[in-house]
């Protein structure tokens, strides 16, 4: 089915610029959202509980701060920025009491939606900007003039003005300076899920981890094993961000592209396809979901435990000693670990 795109000229700024938005959450997609809408003249107003650390963040950069059920009471958009695991209840406690009918709810993606973990009423729009890119880059793309990606979703439709709302707080972002595409709930939660564990997130970590460990293991030097295995990744992954992975074949040398033919497949074959199917039935049928928000539930164990096995691979270690030598790769590095968390 081709998608439909939309643009700059797709988009009346005037349309989010005429409400009252509550950003709430002020993390990754939050702190971008706030600042970004806040300098496309949009009135915002963040919802952090009353004790939240973000708090002088967010009053430190001019932005209006309230509490996620005052703001949500003030609002005319309320966009729920806050962890998926926690929406339910951040919704239940604060937003839902809040939704007179007319008012638009906002996710940035389609998680608790497509799961029925949240059920708005039907006099309640609700509307979906996804931006395909990490919050810090959204931000980071605005403020350069350019834009991140992103899609839009119309699940509820009570006054029929959905899709231009969501264009127009899209526009408030910069995603329609890149392009932005109307989707479902349903095929953005999908894909989302999809792409991240088995392709960029989960994909591309297990890649680099085993990479690394097959070559240090072997015996190489580990410092070599990180330059080649995750370092270098950037540089492709550029290539392939400009020009597609032709260009990053034509960039690399002759030897670099027959071995990328050769044994790229090897890699990659049949059997791992399958088991990204079921990764993707996983998705579909619900069970990665419940899965996940039966960890969260119990305190995340599952979660805490697999994160501090990942931080606690070697390839950590060498990379901070050799990010530190790198002092434009050290400025960029903003991420201070689980304790600061
Ligand atoms: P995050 O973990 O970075 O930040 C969440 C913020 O929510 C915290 O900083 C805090 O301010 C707030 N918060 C946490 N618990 C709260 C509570 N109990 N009550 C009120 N506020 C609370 O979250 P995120 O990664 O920005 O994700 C937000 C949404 O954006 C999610 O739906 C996510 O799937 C979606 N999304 C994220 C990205 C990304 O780049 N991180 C990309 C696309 C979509
Ligand atoms: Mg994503
Ligand atoms: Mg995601
Ligand atoms: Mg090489
Ligand atoms: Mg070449």
């Not at 937003?95 to 059920?119: C, M, S």
């Not at 564990?197 to 070559?215: A, D, H, M, P, R």
């Not at 540089?235 to 040398?253: F, N, P, T």
């Not at 030598?325 to 304790?339: E, H, K, P, R």
Request: with cysteine; net charge negative; proline share 4%.
């Amino acid at each position: 089915m081709p998608v439909t795109m939309y643009y700059q000229d797709d988009a009346d700024l005037s349309i989010i610029g005429a409400k009252k938005v509550a950003v709430i959450g002020y993390g990754s997609q939050g702190e971008a959202h706030a600042l970004s809408l806040r300098d496309s003249g949009v009135d915002v107003t963040v919802g952090l509980a009353e004790g939240s650390k973000s708090r002088a963040k967010v009053t430190d950069a001019g932005l209006k701060v309230a509490t996620p059920a005052e703001a949500s009471e003030w609002a005319d958009v309320i966009m729920l920025l806050v962890p998926d695991h926690v929406a339910r209840h951040v919704y239940a406690e604060s937003v839902e009491p809040h939704l007179t009918a007319g008012k638009a709810l906002f996710f940035a993606h389609g998680f608790n939606i497509r799961f029925g973990y949240i059920k708005p009423a039907a006099d309640i729009a609700v509307i979906m900007v996804a931006p395909k890119g990490p919050g810090h880059l959204v931000r980071r793309q605005f403020a350069d003039g350019k834009g991140v990606p992103a899609l839009v979703a119309v699940e509820q439709d009570p006054n029929g003005d959905g899709l231009a709302l969501g264009l127009s707080y899209a526009k408030g972002i910069g995603a329609t300076r890149a392009g932005v595409i109307e989707t479902t709930f349903t095929e953005e939660t999908e894909t989302d899920l999809f792409g991240e564990q088995s392709v960029l997130c989960g994909g591309v970590s297990s890649l680099v981890q085993s990479g690394f460990e097959i070559l240090t293991e072997a015996g190489y030097a580990p410092e070599i094993a990180y330059f080649e295995c995750l370092h270098e990744l950037k540089l492709i992954v550029d290539l392939m961000y400009e020009g597609g992975i032709a260009k990053q074949r034509w960039s690399c040398s002759d030897t670099a592209e027959y071995g990328d033919y050769i044994s790229g497949p090897r890699i990659i074959d049949d059997s791992v396809r399958e088991r990204m199917r079921g990764v993707l039935a996983d998705i579909k049928d619900g069970s990665f979901a419940a899965r996940f928000i039966a960890d969260q539930d119990a305190g995340a164990p599952e979660f805490k435990k697999l994160r501090a096995q990942g931080e606690a691979h070697p390839i950590e270690e060498t990379g901070r000693k050799l990010r530190k030598l790198m002092s434009w790769v050290a400025a960029d590095d903003d991420y201070t670990g689980t304790a600061a968390r």
